[in-house]
């Protein structure tokens, strides 16, 4: 049987194609691609502004100087993400100050925020886990009562909704990733969406160089801005899978609802949550009863493996990583986060997966976890 990785992209041959003429076209790097991927991004999330970005990890740490957040700054994230949404707090000078997230959500738990807030506090970024959007009424009252600025780490959320209303279709500042294993891709790259226009000067300015174009072609440089331009082939990938975006993730959907009726095990793992019909399943991550069965999560994976199936880990905490344990963070700090770390599991959940591929994995996962009870 062939392998089955935990994700893997979906690339069609119009694409493709698309992509062969950006390269004939003499024209690489952010052009007439990169405007249209922009615009078809921001008709995707009702009209609002958006930039592209080389990266997510670039779009955030724009995201933040923008907002002016800086040395002595702090910003309030969760314990549970991949290392990128704290680094990039790090990375411009601030604090990350992290909050436990639900075991079953993976999301931070709104109800935590509050006592944390300082009076240096100046911004929440929460992360979309799984695709899963976090409280957003919980949130931006929390926000607007403490002048607080948000910004969302949706990089597992494009084509999320929120009751209804599409993630990055509003809130103060959102970014996507395009990185090839995220619901959509444009081989590396990310985006923002942001609420207030008139940032949009400054954002291009901490997105290429910090220039600012005068008349007659004067050009001049106010800040050290950064070098985050997507690339015209990068942009034409991505202008390709935002047309595919809303049929992957009623795919992936299907796929989840697959995986709630036949993923029973015994001993039982800890399912996430299921969301509604809002949530766009970047991956299915149920938590391993490490308790009681006699091997470890890496055996878990190693059989799994052996059976042709891939399995991820999608995260260890953040707060345990030498980085952040060197800011004074330790063991016991965030027991939501530390067991999701220890226990998670990423099965395979991708586009280009058949029903039966689901109950290929449930049917090995079930062997495994029997044979191995306790
Ligand atoms: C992938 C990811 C990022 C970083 O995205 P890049 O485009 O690879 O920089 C940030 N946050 C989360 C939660 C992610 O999963």
């Known amino acids: 049987m062939d392998y089955l990785p935990f994700t893997r992209p979906t690339l069609d041959e119009e694409t493709i194609q698309g992509v062969v003429d950006v390269l004939r076209s003499g024209w690489l790097a952010s052009g007439p691609q990169v405007a249209a991927f922009e615009q078809a991004l921001s008709s995707y999330v009702g009209g609002r502004a958006v930039r592209s970005f080389t990266s997510a990890t670039g779009a955030l740490e724009v995201a933040l100087q923008a907002c002016g957040i800086g040395p002595g700054d702090e910003v309030i994230t969760p314990a549970l993400s991949f290392a990128a949404t704290a680094n990039v707090i790090l990375r411009v000078g601030a604090k990350p100050v992290f909050v436990d997230v639900d075991l079953a959500t993976r999301n931070l738990d709104c109800n935590l925020i509050e006592q944390k807030i300082t009076p240096r506090t100046r911004a929440i970024l929460p992360v979309h886990f799984a695709g899963l959007p976090v409280d957003m009424d919980a949130l931006y009252d929390l926000a607007r009562k403490h002048k607080l600025r948000v910004i969302e780490d949706a990089a597992h959320a494009i084509g999320s909704h929120w009751q209804g209303k599409k993630i990055?279709?509003?809130?103060?500042?959102?970014s996507f990733s395009f990185h090839p294993n995220k619901n959509m891709t444009s081989l590396e790259g990310g985006a923002l969406s942001f609420a207030?226009?008139?940032e949009l000067p400054r954002i291009d300015q901490l997105r290429f160089h910090g220039i600012v174009r005068g008349a007659e072609g004067a050009m001049d440089v106010v800040v050290a801005g950064g070098k985050y331009n997507l690339t015209d082939v990068a942009a034409r990938v991505g202008l390709g899978q935002l047309k595919q975006l809303d049929g992957f993730n009623a795919q992936r959907r299907a796929l989840a609802a697959y995986y709630f009726e036949h993923f029973h095990t015994d001993p039982p793992c800890l399912l996430p949550a299921r969301g509604d019909a809002g949530h766009s399943w970047h991956m299915f991550a149920p938590l391993l009863p490490l308790d009681t069965i006699k091997i470890s999560r890496h055996d878990f994976i190693q059989k799994m493996h052996a059976r042709g199936i891939g399995v991820g880990v999608?995260?260890?905490?953040?707060?345990?990583?030498?980085?952040y344990r060197a800011l004074g963070y330790s063991t016991g700090d965030f027991p939501n986060a530390e067991r999701i770390g220890r226990e998670t599991v990423t099965l395979p959940l991708f586009p280009a997966m058949s029903l039966a591929d689901v109950e290929r994995v449930?049917?090995?996962?079930?062997?495994?976890?029997?044979?191995?009870?306790k």
């Open 168 to 174: 990055g279709s509003f809130g103060d500042i959102v």
């Open 196 to 198: 207030n226009a008139d």
């Open 314 to 323: 999608h995260y260890p905490a953040l707060h345990l990583f030498s980085l």
């Open 362 to 373: 449930c049917v090995a996962a079930a062997q495994i976890l029997r044979d191995a009870k």
